[in-house]
């Protein structure tokens, strides 16, 4: 029979792969990466997150997004770091002095250690912080040197004609030293009171040449916890690393899994093979209605904005010539029915840029819902453009695919109530979305902002100053750059907050775009994951002291 | 026969190199680049990257650079996974995702001939009725449906088996589910294959002798009709198994399987150009050399056919 002899050798070519592929599960400790979903939850000290996705580059050189970050909080350690207020604590620096001028910052590092004992000197940030300025490396948050002395002038260099030596010898002139092993010193260029913010984050974290980020073999670590396994696409491990000189360790292992489909994430938290679970928008009305995962809810807010911008690029666009058709697309959305419909309710209605939670934070309504007003300075606004209603073919744009359509839909149907006017919804893949708004943006767009780090200058600066590159709108007021500065000097957040506030009043005076929700979390927390330390800065929940959790018996 | 075989691998590479030509251009004419972020890089750092991995030259010698340097085994760096080379990232997950293939088309070939050589012996009967109506099932539920529901049912209702994760036959629990949710449309698809060809060759004059001499019907079903008509089963096999075995972006995503098939989709939205290509080019040639050994194996099974 061909059929039996074909059968035969297609179960011998399973056997042949099965065997290929088994070395590799083996080398895993059987039973520890894989929840066996029969048994209970452990009541060991272990903590189950899921970050998503395979992390792109747990080199903090590298790392920008919000997986591999989730991961850095817990093996790196920055000069600075955030206490559970997001005030400003040491990290591995004790303390720092700004010189009478503000342009110098000088850290006295504490006792620390890697993880593989070796200590962590003043040079290590010398080396951390050329590497992050190195265009050679071409680090996508670079950008954040941009104070730093010399940093303007390195990252012009063209690699493709400069030598090694040339850029080696200019990464020199890049103003950090270490006069010696336990002093750190920065240079910048202008004050900037906010700079203190920078050294905690995860890119400005100590390290050493040669070190290695690929696999968790040689993986070292200066943060509380050290990587012991690195499946990649399955799992990561972090064990406490034994090396650490800071709070102490109460958890003594984590699991993160990589669940890219997030109903998939959803059901490993309800089979409780994860400890902390998002939830997907569409199931959020369910979770409400279930009376024992509502009850393991988080609440909180987060550091971040959704927002539609305007085109003010194109100096004939009617956006760019009359601020009052800005004030009235603004004015005619009811931004609370469209969190309760678009967004279940989950968020803040937003009337500015800079969130809750954060310095700064304005509670004004600057631009009130108002469809009376918004007809007024509609009609006012075409006059003002020199424009008729036919002239306008508005378009909105949005990225596609990201459960954007719905509040998009809801936009478009308000100002069509409000002016009569239909304005087309345009929906592009991310990348074709992205390119568009660099070259050629929608009359009107969606985007996000999420913090970096907790102080308004990464709000406000980095949006809407004029030589922003995140500033799609092409909105420029001369005079908000000049107050930004005036902030930037300021030693005294009081003063700072004070001059902040001024450039987004005026910011929001010319309208460039419609702030619409802060970000708000929606976190399932198991009742046994205890001493959680929630910030709204995390991007996913309690990354930043993980190593602080404590589970209860259960 | 040899003849054949080697007229017929030499015609891979033709179909590959047109492939990739394809691909390639698709890929750059596509808006958007490696370097997008919602946080935008600045200009000198996304010059700094095109330079790194050389994207500023002219996209011919790219091109070409790409070809020399698959031919000589290197597939390049990942933009994405900085530390990793697609070389790597294939390596890591093609055996997982070729071993959850050949288990799913082993499922399927085992589940969906019988299913289909049932429900044709009892044509209009209800097994035929119960096959069919498991079959249309099968072919209308969209992966991603039959996926959820499965994890819900049997992984969050009954915690029979692990939501996520795989380990291979060191935990056989968490191959059951991907295998299942994987095999269900390509049971369905040979059932119903097998189910048409049944009923055609029931048709035959030869079934309708072997009948008349008298031939008890297990061998008449067994060996006169099963075997002639799996011979056009066997064509849809080839493709199903390319398929298979080069991985499901919506299986390994929903249980979170570590294997390749994640990349065809999020390569593409990431413009992760050298992973792209590798799993383009991975699968064209699984295509290509599985039709080769269907083509082979017809030689074999249908006397009527003779390559020279």
């Known amino acids: 029979m061909w059929f039996k002899k074909s059968m035969g050798a297609l179960v011998a070519l399973g056997l042949v792969l099965a065997a290929c592929t088994s070395p590799s599960s083996s080398t895993e400790p059987s039973g520890s990466t894989q929840p066996s979903a029969s048994q209970a939850p452990p009541a060991e000290q272990v903590l189950r997150v899921d970050i998503g996705n395979e992390p792109p580059s747990l080199d903090p050189t590298q790392a920008t997004d919000s997986a591999s970050i989730q991961v850095l909080r817990s093996t790196t350690f920055p000069l600075a770091y955030f206490d559970e207020e997001l005030s400003v604590t040491p990290g591995i620096a004790d303390d720092w002095d700004v010189s009478a001028d503000g342009t110098e910052i000088t850290f006295h590092l504490g006792d620390y250690k890697y993880s593989n004992g070796e200590d962590i000197v003043a040079d290590d940030f010398v080396y951390s912080w050329q590497r992050l300025s190195d265009p050679r490396e071409a680090a996508g948050y670079s950008y954040v040197m941009a104070d730093v002395v010399g940093f303007n002038e390195i990252s012009a260099i063209d690699t493709a004609t400069a030598t090694d030596a040339e850029i080696d010898a200019a990464l020199q002139t890049l103003g950090v030293s270490a006069p010696d092993p336990k002093t750190f010193v920065v240079k910048l260029t202008h004050a900037a009171s906010y700079f203190v913010y920078i050294a905690t984050l995860w890119v400005t974290v100590p390290q050493k040449a040669g070190m290695t980020w690929g696999e968790a073999d040689g993986y070292v670590s200066s943060g509380p916890m050290v990587m012991t396994e690195w499946n ?68 909180g807010a987060v550091l971040s904005i959704y927002y539609f911008g305007f085109d003010m690029k194109d100096p004939n666009g009617p956006f760019a010539k009359s601020k009052l058709l800005r004030r009235a697309f603004s004015e005619a959305i009811d931004k609370e029915t469209m969190i309760a419909t678009t967004f279940s309710g989950i968020g803040l209605v937003a009337n500015s840029l800079v969130p809750p939670g954060m310095p700064g934070y304005q509670a004004d309504e600057f631009i009130p819902y108002n469809v009376a007003q918004a007809q007024a300075d509609f009609a006012a606004g075409l ?24 509040k998009v839909d809801f936009l478009v149907e308000q100002w069509r109530t409000a002016f009569g006017v239909e304005v087309e919804a345009v929906g592009l893949e991310w990348g074709a979305y992205l390119t568009r708004l660099n070259e050629d943006p929608f009359d009107i767009f969606r985007l996000g902002w999420g913090a970096d780090y907790p102080h308004p200058n990464n709000f406000l600066t980095d949006l809407i100053s004029c030589a922003s590159g995140n500033n799609n709108m092409a909105y420029c007021n001369p005079d908000v750059d000049a107050l930004l500065l005036q902030a930037a000097v300021k030693k005294d957040l009081g003063e700072q907050v004070a001059l902040y506030n001024q450039a987004q009043e005026l910011m929001m005076a010319d309208a460039p775009l419609i702030p619409l929700r802060f970000g708000q979390r929606f976190t399932l927390i198991k009742p046994w994951v205890q001493n959680l330390v929630p910030t709204s800065q995390d991007s996913s929940t309690g990354e930043l002291f993980y190593y602080k959790v404590t589970i209860a018996s259960h | 026969m040899l003849g054949y075989i080697i007229r017929r691998v030499l015609w891979i590479i033709p179909v590959l190199f047109v492939v990739s030509l394809i691909t390639f251009s698709l890929m750059h004419a596509a808006p958007g680049g490696p370097w997008d972020r ?64 050949i288990m799913a088309f082993l499922l399927s070939v085992i589940l969906g001939i019988p299913l289909g050589v049932i429900a044709a012996l009892r044509h209009n009967k209800i097994p035929d009725y119960l096959a069919t109506f ?78 008349s001499k008298g031939l008890r019907e297990r061998s008449i079903v067994v060996v006169h009709m099963i075997r002639n008509a799996l011979i056009p089963v066997v064509t849809i096999l080839g493709p199903l198994l390319a398929f298979l075995i080069t991985g499901s972006f919506i299986i390994e995503t929903i249980f979170s399987v570590p294997g390749i098939g994640r990349y065809y989709v999020t390569s593409i939205g990431q413009r992760d150009y050298g992973v792209i290509m590798a799993m383009t080019m991975l699968y064209a040639a699984a295509i290509a050399v599985l039709n080769l050994v269907v083509d082979v194996l017809y030689a074999y099974i249908d006397p009527r056919i003779r390559y020279s």
């Open chain 2, 38 to 101: 919602e946080k935008k890089l600045s200009a000198s750092t996304i010059a700094h990257l095109n330079e790194k991995y050389g994207l500023s030259d002219p996209i011919h010698i790219q091109y070409l650079s790409w070809v020399g340097n698959m031919v000589r085994g290197d597939l390049g760096p990942s933009y994405k996974y900085i530390d990793r080379s697609v070389n790597d990232i294939v390596a890591d997950g093609i055996g997982t995702t070729a071993h959850l293939g």
């Open chain 1, 232 to 299: 990649h696409n399955s799992n990561i491990v972090l064990e406490p690393n034994t090396n650490w000189n800071g709070d102490e360790v109460k958890i003594a292992r984590i699991e993160f899994s990589m669940i890219d489909d997030p109903a998939a994430s959803l059901a490993a938290y309800e089979a409780d093979e994860l400890d902390i679970g998002g939830v997907p928008t569409q199931e959020i009305p369910r979770i409400q209605d279930d009376p024992e995962l509502s009850a393991q809810v988080l609440e």
């Open chain 2, 134 to 211: 498991v079959s249309v099932i099968g072919i209308a539920t969209p992966s991603f449906v039959a996926a959820i529901l499965l994890l819900v049912f049997f992984s969050v209702t009954l915690r029979w088996f692990p939501t996520h994760g795989w380990d291979g036959w060191a935990e056989p629990d968490t191959m059951v589910l991907p295998t299942i949710a994987l095999s269900l449309f390509p049971i369905a698809q040979i059932a119903r294959f097998t189910r048409a060809s049944m009923l055609e060759v029931t048709r035959k004059d030869y079934v309708r002798t072997a009948q």
């Open chain 1, 383 to 406: 006059v003002e453009a020199g424009l008729t209603e036919a002239d306008l073919n508005l378009q909105v744009g949005y990225n596609s695919g990201s459960n954007h359509e719905d």
